[in-house]
Nanobody, 119 residues
């Protein structure tokens, strides 16, 4: 059974850094584009960044220059390095990926990891 699990969230002061990790487990054949989303209390879930199999990346304007996404296909892991964090970055962060396994392909989500930035 394919699963995505995020880790690395926590409480950090403004200007601090965190590295989030998204690990895929199960009988995986291939992983396509991976994305990080976030959802702050009372707000809609928003796309933060994506990375393709070929390592092409996309970031929303508010995190450009501060966040870096990377992937290790052999380890089936995607990292999100977050620097110079701001209180506005406080949210639950979710990993999302299109994954192929022995029974086909599907869109998977992790349970999320909380990031809290204090002012």
């Amino acid at each position: 059974q394919v699963q995505l699990v995020e880790s690395g969230g926590g409480l950090v002061q403004t200007g601090g850094s965190l590295t989030l990790s998204c690990a895929a487990t199960g009988n995986i054949i291939d992983i396509g584009t991976v994305a990080w989303y976030r959802q702050a209390p009372g707000k809609q879930r928003e796309l933060v960044t994506t990375i393709t199999k070929g390592d092409s990346t996309h970031y929303i304007d508010s995190v450009k220059g501060r966040f870096t996404i990377s992937r290790d296909n052999a380890k089936r892991t995607v990292l999100l390095q977050m620097n110079n964090l701001e209180p506005e970055d406080t949210a639950m962060y979710y990993c999302n990926a299109w994954i192929w396994d022995s029974s086909g392909s599907d869109d998977y989500w992790g349970p999320g990891t909380q990031v809290t930035v204090s002012s």
